[in-house]
Nanobody, 130 residues
């Protein structure tokens, strides 16, 4: 059984920061591929950032330089540090996982794709006011 639980969302003003956390239960986190996605009302779910089992990261162009994905294997926790937040970052943010990393996790450029992930959290809302 795999469970993902996000936390850390909230409301901030433009230029502020938030740190999202995703706690993983029921599998070996250190061997998994993890990602962050977001979905705003009326829009498709989009990839934000991803990290593979050896720590390689990739980001959407829209967040590169502002967001940082990281993980603490000892705590089975994934993080997304979000700085310099913009109103367009407003969305429901989801943690996602697969139990193994495909070859694309090491070679892909750009944001992760939802189809590469099997397990999803319930989401945490991020609202950025202008």
């Amino acid at each position: 059984q795999v469970q993902l639980v996000e936390s850390g969302g909230g409301s901030v003003q433009a230029g502020g920061s938030l740190r999202l956390s995703c706690s993983a239960f029921g599998y070996i986190y250190s061997r998994a591929c993890m990602g962050w996605f977001r979905q705003a009302p009326g829009k498709e779910r989009e990839g934000v950032a991803a990290i593979n089992d050896i720590g390689t990261t990739r980001y959407a162009d829209s967040v590169k330089g502002r967001f940082t994905i990281s993980q603490d294997n000892a705590k089975n926790t994934l993080y997304l540090q979000m700085n310099s937040l913009k109103p367009e970052d407003t969305a429901m943010y989801y943690c996602a996982a697969n139990l193994f990393c495909r070859a694309s996790a090491y070679t892909a450029i750009g944001p992760p794709h939802p189809a590469d992930y099997v397990y999803w959290g319930q989401g945490t809302q991020v609202t950025v006011s202008s």
